[in-house]
């Protein structure tokens, strides 16, 4: 019996099913990825798959050729602070496959009169037992409870390690914490507090000279940014005393000011960059 392979075909199936994978990976991981590093990864990924499947040499390529190629996919996807965080991902993003290609593959037999009971449960099982293993993996470390330190003032906050936060403040060059207003305003001067309160804040120059004769002005820092679809911006900041996350402690961290809720469902109020804790 001769099976064609249609490369483009192989290819758009690769591409779909994997996309899908990335993006129930990092809900349930509660991770954070821009939609173009996601379709990037996917293709690439699916590419190279299916030029291993098509190529004359596939059979000298061994299952550790394939094992370095997921590795490099997950390091590229959720760029992972250590080797134990790499498994973390590694294991939720396999277990993810399975369940994904196991209703797949039931679909497929339902619709080819192949389907059987037994595959079904035994599927139906592994399902629900990956599901207990990835909702274990959830509760890891991506998030992290942090207090700020700011003028004799403290506050603690849930923070999410977002591998897609790269804002520096250009003059530093260091990573910059964006937590929202709501979170940080037990710790900002009352005349800052005021001008946000009355939504001013796109005002830099009232900003300025508002604290221009308060200590808090050394502290203030602008920082341009450019968010996922909107034109470039500048955002308030400051640099506080220190920020302690878990049982590390950072002497003079950039914090920016965010408007809006970071989180629809209220979990963190913070996005901290792999840099604080870090990663590259």
């Not at 954070?32 to 004359?56: D, G, H, K, M």
């Amino acid at each position: 019996m001769t099976v064609n392979i249609y490369a483009d075909e192989m290819l758009f199936i690769n591409f779909s099913v994997n996309f899908l994978i990335i993006e129930l990976t990092k809900k349930i991981l509660a991770v954070r990825l821009s939609l173009a590093r996601e379709l990037f990864t996917a293709f690439c990924v699916s590419l190279a798959y299916t030029l291993i499947v098509i190529s004359p040499y596939r059979a000298a390529l061994n299952f550790m050729t394939m094992l370095a190629l997921s590795l490099c996919e997950l390091v590229f996807l959720f760029k992972p602070l250590d080797i134990w965080q790499l498994m973390r991902y590694t294991i939720a993003f396999k277990l993810v496959s399975f369940c994904v290609n196991a209703v797949i593959f039931l679909v497929l037999n339902y619709f080819t009169d192949k389907f059987s009971y037994i595959v079904l449960l035994i599927s139906f099982g592994i399902t629900y037992a990956s599901y207990i293993v990835l909702n274990i993996l959830k509760k890891g470390s991506s998030y992290h409870s942090i207090d700020i330190y700011c003028s004799n003032k403290i506050i603690n906050i849930n923070a999410l390690v977002d591998t897609g936060n790269l804002l520096i403040e250009p003059i530093s060059n260091k990573p910059v914490i964006v937590a929202e207003y709501s979170a940080l305003k037990a710790i900002l001067p009352s005349k800052l507090v005021e001008i946000y309160e009355n939504k001013r804040e796109s005002n830099l120059m009232e900003i300025v000279s508002a604290i221009s004769e308060d200590s808090f002005r050394k502290s203030l820092r602008i920082i341009p940014f450019r968010s996922v679809g909107n034109e470039k911006g500048m955002m308030i900041g400051f640099v506080a005393d220190s920020v302690k996350i878990d049982d590390k402690i950072i002497n003079k961290p950039i914090i920016g000011i965010c408007r809006f809720n970071l989180s629809k469902n209220g979990l963190y109020s913070a996005l901290i960059s792999p840099r604080h804790l870090g990663g590259i």
